[in-house]
């Protein structure tokens, strides 16, 4: 049984503004009916496959779990990196975890943020090579290449016995005279950054070529902490762990290396012009989502993300725009990789809307600001089904909250009581409150607050089923 683990970190700038630090691609509904890394998690699933082990960051551990039960898996393992140090200490830190679970295991260490469109000949493909894994290979997947992609590092293959080649060795992006050299042989793929292997062949391969990466993961591992259905690997010595990733710590220096060459649709969505390549086109070459109009268009993205609003091109050739309620981005399609640079500037200028979607998600649902001024804040919160705010105080604001969706179940002091639809309740300043959704639908309500100071860090947390401080 081989057990996928998703890496499911990043920064959230390829895709800005649909996607953000606070709301990586992975999360996003970016193409098709699953977010990205819904669709990896479903990917691998059947009888050859174990339950996932997710790779992630402490923000996202709720988005995680929240997602997965959406898509009905219920069994995995999360393991909370404190933060990101690129993929050789993600991937050995999983490796480790596997071992300690099942000194046998296999472990397929893929991205979580990639479109596979015939998941059925990727997993066939997983499959192809795991005879190889199990002679103890590292195997790792070429994806046949459809055009001369300066933007991917590819790989270099030999000889061939039963679909499983010689890794001859690694390529950096090429230029664009080099990548047309490769396009033009066979020997050449796409390298998608996909590893099977059993985890304790990985484990020796760390001990060989990065031993300073193993020796410090596995003092942060050793001093992990559980945390609900989390795993926390212990922040002091991970910020000790060099930032590397798998290729350059241990790919390139390996031996026992072997490619699966996968010849179906692939794409790590990289950036905005690779999303257009992705999506449905008209006869003009424009893809153009819901509430967005092209006229006189031709070879463009037009994407409008919030229903209130329309975006309409008008004479537009190769140019993306996309529209958010805070947040507009237009460019060439030639330079919609240079967003990085926009979100670098708007950090700069330290604008919120660099790293922080409208939208806050938070592990019992989510809520939004519909306005913010001086000593004044309107939101619109949601509540899952069953799930439960902190019960919390506050020491520079009152809140008054109107029900308009469902039923809330209300704590104030010493009172508990149910408000429902076009009811509201007052919540003095300093009064220990809680909200619940007591019933199976969601709950909706509007949140007026006003005080001489709103954020976000004016808690004080008594009790919390989230086991946050």
Same mark, same amino acid.
């Given at each position: 049984?081989?057990?996928?683990?998703?890496?499911c970190?990043g920064?959230?700038?390829?895709?800005?503004?649909?996607?953000?630090?606070?709301?990586p691609?992975?999360?996003?509904d970016?193409i098709?009916?699953?977010s990205?890394?819904?669709?990896?998690a479903l990917r691998?699933?059947?009888d050859? =496959?174990? /339950?996932?082990?997710?790779v992630?960051? $402490? +923000? @996202?551990?709720?988005?995680?779990? &929240?997602? %997965?039960?959406? #898509? *009905?898996?219920?069994?995995?393992?999360?393991l909370?990196?404190?933060?990101?140090?690129?993929?050789?200490p993600?991937?050995?830190?999983?490796?480790?975890?596997?071992?300690?679970?099942?000194?046998?295991a296999?472990i397929?260490?893929?991205?979580?943020?990639?479109v596979?469109?015939?998941?059925?000949?990727?997993?066939?493909?997983?499959l192809?090579?795991?005879?190889?894994?199990?002679?103890?290979?590292?195997?790792?997947?070429g994806?046949?290449?459809?055009?001369?992609?300066t933007?991917?590092?590819?790989?270099?293959?030999?000889?061939?016995?039963?679909?499983?080649?010689?890794?001859?060795?690694f390529i950096e992006?090429?230029?664009t005279?080099?990548?047309?050299?490769l396009f033009?042989?066979?020997?050449?793929?796409w390298?998608?950054?996909v =590893?099977? /292997?059993r985890?304790q062949?990985?484990? $020796? +391969? @760390?001990?060989t070529?990065?031993? &300073?990466? %193993?020796?410090? #993961? *596995?003092?942060a591992?050793d001093?992990?902490?559980?945390d609900l259905?989390?795993?926390?690997i212990?922040?002091e010595?991970w910020a000790s762990?060099?930032?590397d990733?798998?290729?350059?710590?241990?790919?390139e220096?390996?031996?026992?290396l072997?490619?699966?060459?996968f010849?179906g649709?692939?794409?790590?969505?990289?950036?905005w012009?690779a999303?257009?390549?992705e999506?449905?086109?008209?006869?003009?070459?424009?893809?153009?989502?819901?509430?967005?109009?092209?006229?006189?268009c031709?070879n463009?993205l037009?994407r409008?993300?919030?229903?209130?609003?329309?975006l309409?091109?008008?004479?537009?050739d190769?140019i993306?725009?996309?529209?958010?309620?805070?947040?507009?981005?237009?460019a060439?399609m030639?330079?919609?990789?240079n967003?990085?640079k926009?979100?670098?500037?708007?950090?700069a200028?330290? +604008?919120?809307?660099?790293t922080?979607?409208?939208?806050?998600h938070?592990?019992?649902?989510?809520?939004?600001?519909?306005?913010?001024?001086?000593?004044?804040?309107?939101?619109?919160i949601?509540?899952?089904?069953?799930?439960?705010?902190s019960l919390?105080?506050?020491?520079?604001?009152?809140e008054?909250?109107?029900?308009?969706?469902?039923?809330?179940?209300v704590?104030?002091?010493?009172?508990?009581?149910?408000?429902?639809?076009?009811?509201?309740?007052y919540?003095?300043?300093g009064a220990?409150?809680?909200?619940?959704?007591?019933?199976?639908?969601?709950?909706?309500?509007?949140?007026?607050?006003?005080g001489?100071?709103?954020?976000?860090d004016?808690?004080?947390?008594?009790?919390?089923v989230?086991?946050?401080?």
């Open positions: 049984m081989i057990f996928p683990v998703l890496l970190g920064s959230g700038t390829r895709l800005w503004p649909l996607s953000r630090k606070s709301y691609k992975q999360f996003a970016v098709g009916e699953h990205l890394f819904q669709a990896s691998f699933q059947g050859d =496959f174990g /339950a996932p082990l997710v992630t960051g $402490d +923000a @996202f551990r709720f988005i995680v779990t &929240e997602q %997965l039960a959406e #898509v *009905g898996i219920t069994e995995s393992g999360i909370i990196e404190p933060e990101g140090r690129n993929t050789a993600a991937a050995c830190a999983a490796a480790l975890a596997a071992v300690r679970q099942n000194p046998d296999t397929l260490l893929c991205p979580a943020d990639h596979i469109k015939d998941a059925d000949a990727f997993r066939a493909a997983v192809q090579g795991n005879k190889a894994a199990q002679d103890g290979q590292i195997v790792t997947f994806i046949a290449p459809t055009r001369a992609e933007g991917y590092g590819w790989l270099e293959t030999g000889s061939e016995a039963d679909g499983v080649y010689q890794l001859e060795r992006k090429p230029d005279a080099r990548a047309e050299e033009s042989d066979k020997r050449y793929l390298n998608a950054g =590893f099977l /292997a985890a062949v990985l484990i $020796d +391969a @760390f001990e070529h990065a031993p &300073e990466i %193993l020796e410090q #993961v *596995g003092k591992m001093a992990a902490t559980h259905a989390f795993t926390r212990d922040p010595l762990v060099p930032d990733s798998i290729d350059y710590a241990v790919m220096k390996a031996s026992n072997s490619a699966v060459r010849d649709h692939w794409s790590d969505l990289g950036g012009e999303v257009y390549l999506s449905g086109r008209d006869e003009n070459g424009n893809a153009v989502s819901d509430h967005a109009t092209a006229l006189d031709q463009s037009l409008a993300e919030d229903p209130d609003q329309e309409v091109g008008i004479g537009l190769n993306v725009a996309v529209a958010m309620r805070d947040a507009v981005m237009v060439d030639s330079n919609a990789q967003v990085k926009a979100v670098q500037v708007l950090k200028r330290e +604008a919120k809307q660099a922080q979607l409208p939208v806050d938070r592990p019992w649902g989510w809520f939004e600001t519909l306005v913010l001024a001086d000593r004044f804040q309107v939101k619109r949601h509540v899952h089904p069953g799930a439960a705010l919390q105080s506050h020491h520079h604001r009152s008054h909250w109107i029900v308009v969706q469902g039923t809330a179940k704590t104030v002091d010493e009172e508990v009581k149910l408000v429902t639809e076009n009811q509201s309740v919540i003095p300043l220990v409150h809680r909200m619940e959704n007591p019933g199976k639908v969601p709950m909706v309500l509007i949140e007026v607050q006003t001489s100071y709103l954020g976000e004016d808690i004080i947390r008594y009790e919390d989230y086991a946050r401080s």
